[in-house]
């Protein structure tokens, strides 16, 4: 199977990968992390200029046509720089639904305003009772004339303080079905607080919001697959996401390892030590090798997708958990302390862990699928 890159996505690469190394250093970062919105708005109007919002978007729609591949490029330079800004969210997330759904209306007014940056979208897909399971939704909606009426709640809805817009299953008469709620829609209350890797979150209450049929998105009833399919498909994003994380926390340690002197020698030069920096270096290389895998399935779709994306996700969980608490444990008390990058790197690993189903979750996915 030939792993090349092709030109363009090369390009895409190493664009990327000089934007995180000029504008994403670990000060600058912190900076923007403190900041009102979480995020820094001139690099999300950046990121539109170059046209990466536009990424996951088929040709069709206005967008660049990248799959997979080109997705996993983006996501895992972003990893590497820890980088905050909304991009899983509002074109993983939120873009891949409504691109997937939405009326030739929908579509004309929302998806040219998520490629350009001026609207902010997520999905509000998980609720206190659901843990993983995105089938377990009590949000109801119930039809009013010629509308809906939601109550429910939701919570820990990724990037919910910048977004304009949220995706919101509820349970309707005809089974799981999609709105597009507007975040000023009245009868919704949000809750906003900053999530353990840097980002920010948000709960949703949703009492007697009305809507009407126009912000339904898809048909009812139908819309546990496409929640699915856009789940597997924010895996691969999460994936490529860790592995530039890793990679980072790999080579800092090994850097460290060689310039840490203990009895007039460096550490790496101690045996324990090699052993760890190595099987630092397998675990990264085994999910580097998961993540090409499953962006290669995600495009055809299907259980192959889905045993790509569970697999991933059960490599990266375990493989983010060693490499993190290695690289903790070799930079000896400094891998404790917030003014050093590493633990910044093991809180997004943590996390990314618990986004859309932990290691045991995706084993048994993976054991059920045919």
Request: hydrophobic letters at 45%; proline letters at 4%.
């Amino acid at each position: 199977m030939d792993f090349t890159l092709s030109e363009d996505q090369t390009l895409l690469q190493d664009s990327v990968r000089r934007f995180v190394a000029d504008r994403y250093g670990f000060d600058a970062r912190r900076a923007i992390v403190a900041g009102p919105d979480g995020f820094s708005r001139a690099h999300w109007r950046t990121m539109a200029e170059l046209g990466w919002l536009m990424l996951p978007f088929s040709e069709e729609d206005g967008g660049l046509g990248g799959g997979g591949v080109e997705i996993m490029l983006l996501a895992e330079q972003f990893g590497r720089g820890l980088v905050v800004e909304p991009f899983l969210a509002s074109c993983v997330m939120a873009g891949d639904l409504i691109a997937k759904l939405g009326s030739p209306a929908q579509k004309e007014r929302l998806l040219p305003a998520l490629m350009d940056g001026s609207l902010i979208a997520t999905v509000a897909a998980t609720e206190a009772q659901s843990r993983f399971d995105l089938g377990a939704v009590a949000t109801t909606a119930e039809r009013r004339g010629d509308g809906w009426v939601l109550d429910g709640a939701k919570t820990v809805v990724l990037s919910g303080p910048a977004a304009g817009l949220f995706v919101v299953p509820a349970r309707a008469a005809e089974g799981i079905t999609l709105f597009l709620v507007p975040a000023d829609a009245p009868g919704l209350t949000r809750r906003d607080y900053p999530l353990v890797d840097g980002g920010r979150g948000s709960d949703l209450r949703l009492q007697g919001v009305t809507l009407g049929d126009e912000a339904r998105l898809g048909p009812a009833g139908g819309g546990l697959e496409p929640l699915l399919a856009m789940a597997d498909r924010t895996i691969l994003a999460l994936g490529a996401e860790a592995v530039g994380a890793m990679e980072v926390l790999l080579w800092s340690t090994v850097e460290y390892a060689r310039t840490r002197v203990q009895f007039d020698q460096p550490i790496a030069r101690f045996q324990v030590v090699q052993h760890r920096l190595v099987d630092m270096y397998i675990e990264y290389e085994q999910t580097k090798s998961l993540l090409l895998m499953a962006a290669m399935r995600l495009d055809e779709g299907g259980d192959a997708a889905a045993k790509a994306a569970s697999a991933l996700k059960v490599q990266v969980g375990k493989a983010g958990r060693f490499i993190g608490q290695q690289a903790v444990q070799l930079h000896g008390g400094m891998g404790m302390t917030d003014e050093l990058a590493i633990g910044h790197y093991f809180k997004r690993l943590t996390a990314i862990d618990a986004l859309f189903g932990n290691v045991d979750f995706h084993l048994e996915r993976f054991a059920s699928l045919p």
